[in-house]
């Protein structure tokens, strides 16, 4: 039995690309923990399924009537490139009404993948364990790391908080602060 006979090649390439591209495409925008092989491939042909199956009509279609072969070419290259990627953002969307929110989990790892992946820009207090606080500005230059990486932020400008605790002005000559998830107690954000 040789894998690398062309009906096996096609039948991996169908039910293993459009899956693949669907959770990569996922992944970049709900980053997340990594899952072994056996779900990673459960999910891949799953997904893959999904996708011809929402399809379906327009597959039969294509194979039942007259199409010119560079149309029959190009629609094939949309099931399997384009529609998976589509897929995932029409997914997304889904998850986002209010109604679908009560029903399911939201995708996030923990709340700070949640707050930062928002991209909102906040006035910050890092409170560290060793009770110092560190005062900046989290703007469209700012990062937070996601999952699966170790939780740090870096304030693309650092602040001087006021005896009122009041944001009084920028540190002169900076050019913002990183700060590790290891020292962090916990933060405040207030909004711009």
């Not at 062309?6 to 990594?34: A, D, E, T």
């Not at 602040?159 to 009084?168: C, L, N, T, Y």
Request: neutral net charge; aromatic residues 18%; proline residues 5%.
């Amino acid at each position: 039995m040789d894998i690398w006979e062309s009906n096996k090649l096609i039948l991996f390439i169908m039910f293993v690309i459009p899956g693949f591209i669907c959770v990569r495409v996922y992944k970049l925008i709900y980053p997340s923990q990594g899952k072994d092989s056996g779900t990673l491939l459960y999910d891949t042909v799953t997904y893959s399924c999904i996708n011809y199956a929402a399809l379906s009509f327009f597959i039969f279609q294509v194979e039942s009537n007259p199409v010119p072969p560079l149309w029959k070419n190009l629609f094939y290259f949309f099931v399997l490139f384009i529609s998976p990627i589509l897929m995932v953002f029409a997914w997304k969307k889904i998850r986002s009404y209010e109604k679908i929110k009560t029903l399911i989990f939201h995708p996030s790892d923990s709340a700070w993948d949640y707050l930062f992946s928002q991209r909102n820009k906040y006035w910050v207090e890092v409170f560290l364990k060793n009770g110092e606080v560190v005062a900046g500005y989290y703007g469209s230059k700012s990062f937070a790391s996601a999952s699966p990486e170790e939780k740090h932020i870096y304030l693309e400008q650092r602040w001087v908080m006021g005896s009122d605790g009041e944001f009084e002005r920028p540190v002169d000559r900076t050019a913002g602060v990183i700060v590790l998830h290891s020292e962090i107690s916990h933060i405040e954000l207030r909004n711009i």
